[in-house]
């Protein structure tokens, strides 16, 4: 059983920078393909960013420039680093480990912005 733990997430001004963390158990990390997704309200859960297990990256054109994925096979985590957040940026993001046919969830974390 994978557990995914995200943590980060919170309110910030339009320009502002905000950096997701998410804590994964389990053996099977280093080898997997990480990535972030995000849900507003009355919005199908969409892809933000991906990352392979050699470090190979996959934005969304909504983030290009503005957000940077990256994993830490040590510490079992991977980040979001989101600079420059807008307001259509709000939603709940969600941390995901796909590996095979596993495809595992964190609980998501909120990320607000005003502008």
């Known amino acids: 059983q994978v557990q995914l733990v995200e943590s980060g997430g919170g309110l910030v001004q339009a320009g502002g920078s905000l950096r997701l963390s998410c804590a994964a158990s389990g053996s099977i990390f280093s080898i997997s393909v990480m990535g972030w997704y995000r849900q507003a309200p009355g919005n199908q859960r969409e892809l933000v960013a991906l990352?392979?297990?050699?470090?190979?990256?996959h934005y969304a054109d909504s983030v290009k420039g503005r957000f940077t994925i990256s994993r830490e096979n040590a510490k079992n985590t991977v980040y979001l680093q989101m600079n420059s957040l807008k307001p259509e940026d709000t939603a709940v993001y969600y941390c995901?480990?796909?590996?095979?046919?596993?495809?595992?969830w964190g609980q998501g974390t909120q990320v607000t912005v005003s502008s």
């Open positions: 995901n480990l796909a590996f095979g046919p596993r495809y595992d």
């Open positions: 990352i392979s297990s050699d470090g190979n990256t």
